[in-house]
């Protein structure tokens, strides 16, 4: 008789990290007023970006948490196509801080689903309730996203179990299947016999 026994390592978070930020604003006034607003806030600001060329290096140097992004830039992209680029490829939230609220403008934003559109002047209480529920509502997506992945990682190994012959290549697969659907970015399996004796094992990652 074996017994499957499946360990998941969680490492405990020892302290809270502040909220990264990057502001996209081509007004240098209106940038340092705004990040001195959001450090007050207690968020950590990662950069102040004006320019399609500015915002790319300050994306890399740091990943944000969350970018505030105005519309009307310098250089070939606005503010728009900056966030579906963001939202295609990185999966972070947007929020635009702009003075423009004509409904063409409105409608291209909409497109991209920001997590929010705040008027310039900006209010601090407004800017800060906007921006708490945008990166709550992240966060949940991201939890939604990946109990969905483990979802499919589940299905793909119990289609294993009726493909492989050996507990052994079993093990092997399924941690290779954990790591490959990105469910877990390590996984380990052991097998032990009723007495607790040590049988096979595998890992990945």
Request: aromatic share 8%; net charge neutral.
């Amino acid at each position: 008789k074996k017994v499957l026994f499946l360990r998941l390592h969680l490492i405990p978070t020892l302290y809270m990290t502040k909220n990264k930020i990057l502001i996209v604003e081509d007004e240098r006034i209106t940038a340092e007023d705004l990040k001195n607003t959001l450090e007050n806030m207690g968020y950590e600001v990662t950069g102040m970006a004006s320019s399609e060329d500015t915002f790319y290096k300050s994306l890399h140097a740091v990943m944000p948490d969350l970018v505030l992004m105005d519309i009307f830039l310098k250089g070939k992209k606005d503010g728009i196509e900056l966030a579906t680029e963001i939202k295609e490829k990185y999966q972070l939230p947007v929020i635009y801080l702009t003075a423009y609220s004509d409904t063409n403008i409105l409608d291209r934003a909409k497109i991209t689903e920001p997590f929010g559109y705040i008027l310039k002047p900006f209010q601090e209480r407004e800017l800060h309730s906007n921006i708490e529920m945008a990166l709550h509502k992240n966060r949940m997506e991201q939890r939604i996203n990946h109990l969905n992945t483990i979802l499919k990682a589940i299905r793909d190994v119990n289609q294993l179990i009726m493909r492989v012959d050996t507990t052994v290549e079993l093990l092997k697969k399924t941690c290779e299947t954990l790591i490959s659907n990105r469910a877990y970015s390590s996984a380990w399996f052991i097998t032990l016999d009723h007495t607790g004796m040590y049988l096979d094992s595998a890992s990945a990652g």
